[in-house]
């Protein structure tokens, strides 16, 4: 379920301690597009949570949404979460709907979120060139339902460590984008004990 890294370590992954990078953002934001080569370029693993999803249930989402409702989904979505949780310095592409459970953001935190925000109109256009399957936008509107969802979302995603705005870059882009940013918030309190420590005086 995941990848390997295949490059050497990059010159951040000592000051990530091992933590993992969780990207969120809406459906067609490209996390997991971007989350393989900025695993890559981290000499991190990657792991997308939704195969994981459906190895784990031995159905496809569509299917699990139509037979157990979206509360079966969430429920399956946070067992995998809590599992990947349990391990380390993984690049993590979550489902756009991790956000809305409370109980996955005690994971999260442990780790650092990425919010990848294409923006509205994007995030459509992407989507109407997409062929994924997604349960939630399968309505009569479905730009009425991405309003809804951002709607309730956005607050959510905005609880992320790291906002990114990504408009048309590449996937390679996109991770080079993240690890231009990650330093910002790595200050040294938040980099554990075996970090550098600042004295005041
Ligand atoms: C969902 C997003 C999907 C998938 C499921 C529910 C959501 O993942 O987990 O269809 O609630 O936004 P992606 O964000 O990878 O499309």
């Given amino acids: 379920m995941t990848d390997q890294p295949q490059n050497g370590p ?3 992954r000592s000051r990530l301690g091992g933590r993992n990078l969780y990207l969120v953002g809406m459906m067609g934001s490209g996390k997991s597009s971007s989350g393989r080569p900025l695993a890559q370029q981290l000499g991190y ?17 569509p299917q699990i949404f139509s037979e157990d409702g979206e ?3 969430r429920a399956i979505e946070a067992q995998v979460l809590q599992a990947i949780g349990q391990r380390h310095s993984l690049v993590v592409a979550t489902g ?13 935190h ?4 990425i ?22 936008l399968q309505t009569e509107n479905p730009a009425e339902a ?7 979302r956005t607050p959510l995603y905005s609880e992320a460590d790291l906002q990114l705005s990504v408009g048309d870059q590449s996937p390679e882009q996109v ?27």
């Fill in 10 to 12: 990059h010159p951040l």
């Fill in 110 to 113: 442990q780790g650092i979120v």
């Fill in 146 to 152: 991405l309003d809804a969802l951002l709607e309730t």
């Fill in 45 to 61: 693993g990657f792991v997308d949570a939704d195969p994981v999803i459906e190895q784990l249930a031995g159905r496809p989402i």
């Fill in 71 to 73: 509360d079966g989904f």
């Fill in 175 to 201: 991770a080079t984008m993240v690890l231009d940013a990650l330093p910002s918030i790595l200050t040294p309190a938040s980099e554990g004990p075996g970090a550098p420590q600042t004295t005041a005086g």
């Fill in 115 to 136: 919010w990848l925000n294409p923006g509205r109109e994007r995030i459509l256009t992407r989507l109407q060139n997409d062929s994924t399957q997604r349960p939630l």
């Fill in 96 to 108: 756009g709907g991790v956000v809305t459970k409370p109980e996955n953001w005690g994971v999260l």
